[in-house]
């Protein structure tokens, strides 16, 4: 079970990641790219590291992608 | 359209080349690996209990390797004086929507909490998972909540250069006076007896420094998320 669990993971990481690149849509792509840093963390949870884990919850899916979302606004790309 | 077209022939011949030169290197490195190297992990897991220190990793991260965690906070600092040197002239923009009822009460309401939740990761970072660097970019999104949802919201420049400045001091001064006690850059001269392990003041200076990280990390990060905020165009 838990073995199914890690493989869907990095299936739905690996699909996220190429999506993110090659989406039109900037905002988009920002989102999809919290979703891999959100299967990531799942990962390092199984994977016995939940300090890695925390750090990429906070930094990787949470102020990243903020900052991410901020410098799209300003730059007032057509997203 | 082919590779051959685009590229010319001596940029593809020194990238084969490099090529060929990194497998070569690679060879010499696989045939003579030392032997003890997938090891060296467990030597030092067996000296973690020497600290009191029930958290493997931020033993690691703050004893053995602490001269590195000061390097990456001297990172850090460069990163916000670069955010800050670029954007810090520009005047804080007018937000011309006014945010939402809800987002303003639900803003005020979570900050505290949001707040307790870092400081409690910080100060329980040698137990538990957690640490410095996450406790400090938790209480960074909180500012940042109240920055997006209030318009007046200002952390005072003023207050943000004194905790970094008495952070980045501390971690210093706590390390000179651990050369000058065990003659050890950051040596831990606090008593760290492993019966005390677990307990919330265990493990020497290492609680200390990791929570002087936490407020310099905490600063750096709001002031960034803060130059970023102030873009002077209105919104």
Known sequence: ?79 | MSLKRTLPTSVLSGFALSGAFILTVLQLLLQNVPKDIDRAGDALLSLNANEGVANAVTTVVVYFRGFDTLGEIAVLFIAALGIGLMLGENERCVIKAQSNFMLHTGAKLLFPIITLYGVYVMSYGHLSPGGGFQGGVIIASGVLLLLISHRDFEVPHSFIVWLETFAGVAYVLIGLIGLLTLDIFLGNFLPHDVSQMGLLLSGGIIPIIYIIVGIKVGSEMSAIVQSLIKRGDNV
């Open chain 1, 1 to 79: 079970m838990i073995g199914f669990t890690i493989l869907l993971t990095f299936i739905g990481i690996i699909i996220m990641a190429f999506a993110s690149i090659t989406q039109k849509k900037l905002a988009d792509s920002i989102v999809l790219f919290m979703g891999v840093g959100l299967g990531s963390v799942v990962l390092f949870f199984i994977f016995n590291a939940p300090d890695v884990a925390l750090t990429e919850a906070v930094i990787g899916a949470g102020i990243s992608s903020l900052i991410f979302l901020m410098a799209l606004k300003h730059l007032k790309a057509k997203a």
